[in-house]
C-alpha cells in the first residue's frame, strides 16, 4: 500500500466520527412548489430565518422581537372551496364557487378537514402558527407594510374598498415575493396560537403559542370586509373558536420532511 493511500485511509476514518456534516444540505429555493397530488393542493416552500415580528401600532403587536423558523411549507392558496368539498363533502361557505376560499367555519371544521386531509393524502398538514404565518406573509422578513408591498393595498389584496362585500377566486392579484397569494384581504386565516394580549413570553422559535385565552385563535391578514390598517402584515385579531364567520378561512403549512 502507497503512503499516499495511507494517509487518506487515516483522513476517512478520523472523518467518519465527525458528528456534524462537512457540507450542509443547501435548502429549497424559497417559493419554490410542492404540489399534493391527491388533492391538488399547491405549496410554497418557506426557508429557514430570522425576522423581526411585530409592529408599533398597536398594543398586542409588541413588543417587535426577533423570531427564528424552521424551513416548511405554507399553502400559495388559501383553502378553496372545492378542496374543502373534496376532502369532506360537504361546502359551508357564504358565498359559494369552486375557487373561493372556503369560510364560515369554526376551529371544530378546521380541525376535522386538516385531519381527514392528512389521512386521505397520506401526508400530515397542520395550521401555521402565528410566526410563521407572518415571516411567510413578510418573505423573510421585509418590514413592508401589507403582505407583498407598501403603499395602497389595491395590487395585492380583496378588501373592503375593491371586493364588492364578497370574498374573490384566489390568486387573482399578485403574490408577494415567495408567490404566496391573498395573505393580505380576502379572508382571514386561522392560526394555532391562543390568544395573548401582547408579544410578551411568546416563542422565539417559530412554534405555536399554545398558552394564554385558548377559547379564542389568532386570526391574520384581514379579509373582503375590513379596511387596510386590519391588512397589515402585523395586524392580529381574536377569534372564539366555537363561532364560524362569513370572512375567516384558512391556509395550510407542511412541517419538513
Not at 84 to 104: H, L, R, T
Not at 230 to 236: I, S
Request: net charge negative; glycine share 12%; proline share 5%.
Amino acid at each position: 500500500m502507497s503512503h499516499r493511500l495511507k494517509i487518506l485511509i487515516s483522513a476517512l476514518s478520523l472523518l467518519s466520527g465527525y458528528s456534524l456534516p462537512l457540507i450542509a444540505k443547501a435548502e429549497t429555493t424559497p417559493g419554490a412548489a410542492w404540489i399534493e397530488p391527491k388533492s391538488g393542493m399547491q405549496f410554497a416552500w418557506v426557508p429557514s430565518g430570522c425576522f423581526s415580528m411585530g409592529g408599533d401600532e398597536s398594543i398586542d403587536g409588541q413588543p417587535i422581537h426577533k423570531v427564528c423558523v424552521k424551513g416548511f411549507w405554507i399553502g400559495r392558496y388559501e383553502v378553496t372551496q372545492a378542496q374543502f368539498q373534496f376532502v369532506m363533502g360537504n361546502n359551508p361557505s357564504n358565498s359559494k364557487a369552486d375557487n373561493k376560499p372556503v369560510e364560515s367555519v369554526n376551529l371544530d371544521d378546521v380541525s376535522s378537514f386538516v385531519e381527514e386531509l392528512s389521512f386521505t393524502t397520506g401526508t400530515k398538514f397542520r395550521l401555521p402558527s402565528e410566526a410563521e404565518w407572518e415571516y411567510a406573509c413578510r418573505a423573510g422578513g421585509a418590514h413592508e407594510k401589507y403582505c407583498g408591498g407598501g403603499g395602497r393595498p389595491d395590487r395585492m389584496a380583496w378588501y373592503e374598498s375593491n371586493s364588492g362585500k364578497e370574498t374573490h377566486p384566489i390568486g387573482q392579484l399578485a403574490a408577494n415575493d415567495w408567490g404566496v397569494y391573498d395573505m393580505s384581504g380576502n379572508v382571514w386565516e386561522i392560526t394555532q396560537d391562543c390568544w395573548n394580549d401582547s408579544y410578551i413570553g411568546a416563542p422565539n422559535d417559530g412554534s405555536a403559542w399554545k398558552t394564554g385565552d385558548c377559547g379564542r385563535r389568532v386570526l391574520r391578514g384581514g379579509s373582503w370586509l375590513n379596511i387596510p390598517t386590519f391588512l397589515r402584515a402585523a395586524d392580529r385579531v381574536s377569534f372564539d373558536t366555537g363561532n364560524s364567520y362569513l370572512n375567516v378561512g384558512m391556509r395550510l403549512a407542511r412541517s419538513a420532511p
